[in-house]
Every structure is written in structure tokens, then in C-alpha cells.
T-cell receptor, first 109, second 117 residues
Framework: GIQVEQSPPDLILQEGANSTLRCNFSDSVNNLQWFHQNPWGQLINLFYIPSGTKQNGRLSATTVATERYSLLYISSSQTTDSGVYFCAGEETSGSRLTFGEGTQLTVNP | DTAVSQTPKYLVTQMGNDKSIKCEQNLGHDTMYWYKQDSKKFLKIMFSYNNKELIINETVPNRFSPKSPDKAHLNLHINSLELGDSAVYFC????????????????FGQGTRLTVV
């Protein structure tokens, strides 16, 4: 199966700062998603982004499928952005999402 | 109007007991999954079902038995619970199986925190 590597593993920011999270894949993926796991444990869909760039408010994501990586940008971070950010890819054989180990983000007031 | 719902949210039980977690999705998806999140937050696939048929069994002990009565439901039954089974279990669904557009987007339930004492 594919390997998914996320960086950095931990990130501490002051409110208002910007950040970039990265996700590398060992092989091509059909589908790619970013999730936010909030402090209550819920997995919230951020982006479905197998290729290209998308924006949603202060968050945006870019996937370069040919180079097997994806980036998640968080601008003007807020304390409510705290939690774990996961990327996950579906192998070309389908039928499962493989997750990275996540980036633990802490935004301090 | 929850898309993927799991019950119960919390489950505390003694070693050796048998328990079930229920999952239902109202998205009309064909594919459903069970994932396990360990204490280090790592999420790993356990099972994948497509139209009620088992597609993936990711070397999960046979004490874990998923059951899909219809494509909107995928329940997880666990026999003879062990301390190491303590984790958060997530159900998910997607249109799945080599669909390469936004229908493949997976949605997760709120998780079931299982604690075995």
C-alpha cells in the first residue's frame, strides 16, 4: 500500500499567523482529502482535492498530483483551528483511504 | 440531518464482553468503512464494504465481525473484548471503488470511543 508522510508533526502558532502543512505520497493516488480532527474528536472534511487548488475562507489547498504532494494553507489562524490535520489518499486500486500521521496544530491566543 | 451516524458515542465495557457499534449513512453511498484510531491518533482501515459485500479485511482479528444488512448500514460486532481493543472506531462512507471524481469523497461518523477495562 501507499505511504503517506505529513509534516510538520507538531506546529504551535500565535493567533493571526499563517502556516503551511505538507503531505507526500509514495505513489499516485486517485483521490485525496484533507481533514481536521477537532478537540472533540470529530473528523471534519476540509477539502477533496486530487489535483489543483481550492479555497474555502481562510483555508486553501493545492495538490500537485504528478509530484505526489499536497499542501494545506491556513491563513490568519484562530484558536478554533487547533486540532489535528490529516491528509489521506486513495490508492489507484481503490476501496480505502490511507491516512498520514497528522499534524498537531495548536493556536495560542 | 447527520450524514454518517454511529452509536454509541462512548462504550465502556469489561474484558471478555461482546459489544456492537452501529453505523448508518443517509448519503446513498455504495461503500462503507470501519477505521480504528489508536492512542497516537493514527487512523487505519479495518474493513471496507461495497453494496453489502466485504472488499477489504485488513488483517483484523476474527473477533471483529462487520455486518452489512443493507448498503446504508455497516455494524461492527466485537467478541471477547481485550484491553488492546480500546480505541476510537470511525465509520465512513463514500461512493467509493475507483470513482475518480468528487463522488469519492469520504465522510466520517463522529466516532465511538471504546474503553475496555
Amino acid at each position: 500500500g501507499i505511504q503517506v508522510e505529513q509534516s510538520p508533526p507538531d506546529l504551535i502558532l500565535q493567533e493571526g499567523a499563517n502556516s503551511t502543512l505538507r503531505c507526500n505520497f509514495s505513489d499516485s493516488v486517485n483521490n485525496l482529502q484533507w481533514f481536521h480532527q477537532n478537540p472533540w474528536g470529530q473528523l471534519i472534511n476540509l477539502f477533496y482535492i486530487p489535483s489543483g487548488t481550492k479555497q474555502n475562507g481562510r483555508l486553501s489547498a493545492t495538490t500537485v498530483a504528478t509530484e505526489r504532494y499536497s499542501l494545506l494553507y491556513i491563513s490568519s489562524s484562530q484558536t478554533t483551528d487547533s486540532g489535528v490535520y490529516f491528509c489521506a489518499g486513495e490508492e489507484t486500486s481503490g476501496s480505502r483511504l490511507t491516512f498520514g500521521e497528522g499534524t498537531q496544530l495548536t493556536v495560542n491566543p | 440531518d447527520t450524514a454518517v451516524s454511529q452509536t454509541p458515542k462512548y462504550l465502556v465495557t469489561q474484558m471478555g464482553n461482546d459489544k456492537s457499534i452501529k453505523c448508518e449513512q443517509n448519503l446513498g453511498h455504495d461503500t462503507m468503512y470501519w477505521y480504528k484510531q489508536d492512542s497516537k491518533k493514527f487512523l487505519k482501515i479495518m474493513f471496507s464494504y461495497n453494496n453489502k459485500e466485504l472488499i477489504i479485511n485488513e488483517t483484523v482479528p476474527n473477533r471483529f465481525s462487520p455486518k452489512s444488512p443493507d448498503k446504508a448500514h455497516l455494524n461492527l460486532h466485537i467478541n471477547s473484548l481485550e484491553l488492546g481493543d480500546s480505541a476510537v472506531y470511525f465509520c465512513a462512507s463514500s461512493q467509493g471503488l475507483v470513482v475518480v471524481d468528487s463522488r469519492a469523497e469520504a465522510f466520517f461518523g463522529q466516532g465511538t470511543r471504546l474503553t475496555v477495562v
